[in-house]
């Protein structure tokens, strides 16, 4: 546990909430958290046990789990966590995982609108179709050249994370890619 | 190139999000090899024509090392495999 308290800001523009009337809509997800936890290596280490566990440990979280890597999850939740109630999280996980509060780190960014897949096929490389990326399928992946994590949370709707120092970036690159359906003549 | 590579965890993705190593050395000589062969293992490339092992590594997926298997005539990518399963074949 850090021995002093963190003071998160949000690294994205203050008015970030500006284009809400627009046909594709880019904001900022302000509150929650983002815990990366690591598996050791082992079988037992998958995400229906990990599911299990944080479950029985922070109930008030939810266990929703997206996997970056073979053995590695990111735990995203809506609710703020207080470093408190982290340090008692990590207390409570076994050692065959290792646990660490990414909420600093990791910047989410929810992206929405009925064109949406086509505003991210302008930087993802990867197949974001109905079939193939159902709602709940996320994936590490690159927008440009700036690796992130797409999710999809709905049919139109996708959350992006990516590592706090290239947020600005990616967020003001995906204004770029949402332009021409968000210009003033757009029908 | 062929633009796509079958990550054994990521499924299909597109070359840009991929390092490039070079190729699968032979298993490391013990510690008390002649020079030659220390030269040779640290040095010396093959520069095959055809089938040929190669590191990548995914580096903006699941940043994980896979060998895989890749034509350099055709750029046909074969098997790819994550490069932890060398060492159960006891090749690393």
């Not at chain 1, 990516?162 to 757009?186: C, D, I, K, T, Y």
């Not at chain 2, 062929?2 to 032979?26: D, N, Q, Y």
């Not at chain 2, 092992?53 to 495999?81: A, F, I, K, P, Q």
Request: aromatic content about 8%.
């Amino acid at each position: 546990m850090r021995d002093f308290l963190l003071n998160n800001v949000s690294p994205f523009p203050a008015k970030a909430d500006a284009n809400g009337h627009a046909a594709v809509h880019i904001a900022p997800i302000a509150t929650g958290f983002v815990t990366h936890v690591l598996g050791k290596g082992n079988a037992k280490a998958d995400a229906a046990h990990l599911t299990k566990l944080i479950s029985d440990i922070a109930p008030e979280l939810g266990a929703t789990l997206r996997s970056p890597s073979p053995g590695q999850w990111f735990w995203v939740g809506d609710c703020d966590v207080s470093q408190g109630r982290f340090a008692e999280i990590s207390g409570q996980i076994p050692g065959e995982y290792a646990i660490s509060d990414q909420t600093h780190g990791r910047v989410r960014i929810m992206i929405s609108g009925p064109q949406v897949r086509d505003v991210l096929a302008k930087g993802a490389m990867i197949d974001l179709a109905d079939g193939v990326f159902v709602v709940g399928a996320s994936a590490m992946t690159q927008i440009g050249h700036i690796g992130a994590m797409i999710t999809r949370t709905d049919d139109d709707c996708f959350e992006i994370m990516v590592l706090r120092s290239f947020a600005v970036s990616l967020w003001h690159e995906l204004h770029q890619m949402a332009a021409e359906f968000n210009g003033p003549h757009a029908g | 190139m062929s633009s796509l590579v079958k990550c054994p965890h990521c499924g299909l993705r597109p070359r840009e999000e991929f390092t490039i190593r070079g190729e699968v050395a032979t298993p490391r000589p013990h510690a008390g090899a002649d020079e030659g062969t220390w030269f040779d293992h640290v040095y010396l490339r093959d520069n095959p024509r055809g089938q040929h092992r190669e590191y990548w590594h995914h580096s903006g997926g699941c940043r994980r090392w896979l060998v895989l298997d890749r034509n350099t005539v055709t750029h046909e990518t074969g098997d790819v495999v994550d490069a932890s399963t060398l060492k159960t074949e006891g090749q690393a």
